[in-house]
């Protein structure tokens, strides 16, 4: 069974940083461009980052900048570390997974809340 298990929200001041991680089981890891993707409310899901396999990143323009991804293969997770953090940053976070073999599937953690509040 596929999970994508999210930690690492929270409440933080504008201008901090926070760090979540997403820990991925069933299997898929290796084999799936792995990313964030974010909603606030009243707003449509946006990409926030992706990394391939072998590392190649894409960042929503938004980001760029502050998000740095990453992934541990051997640990089957990936991470996205925010440094100076916005109010406008505040969203849902979601874990994304897209297979890149057939049958490309594609998988969503239950999503951690960020909050960006003075």
């Known amino acids: 069974q596929v999970q994508l298990v999210e930690s690492g929200g929270g409440l933080v001041q504008p201008g901090e940083s926070l760090r979540l991680s997403c820990a991925a089981s069933?299997?898929?890891?290796?084999?799936?461009?792995m990313g964030w993707y974010r909603q606030a409310p009243g707003k449509q899901r946006e990409l926030v980052a992706t990394?391939?396999?072998?590392?190649?990143?894409n960042y929503g323009d938004s980001v760029k900048g502050r998000f740095t991804i990453s992934r541990d293969n051997d640990k089957n997770m990936v991470i996205l570390q925010m440094n100076s953090l916005k109010p406008e940053d505040a969203a849902v976070y979601y874990c994304?997974?897209?297979?890149?073999?057939?049958?490309?599937?594609?998988?969503w953690g239950q999503g951690t809340q960020v909050t960006v509040s003075s």
């Open positions: 994304h997974a897209r297979m890149v073999v057939i049958p490309r599937l594609i998988y």
């Open positions: 069933g299997g898929i890891f290796s084999r799936s461009v």
């Open positions: 990394i391939t396999n072998s590392g190649l990143t």
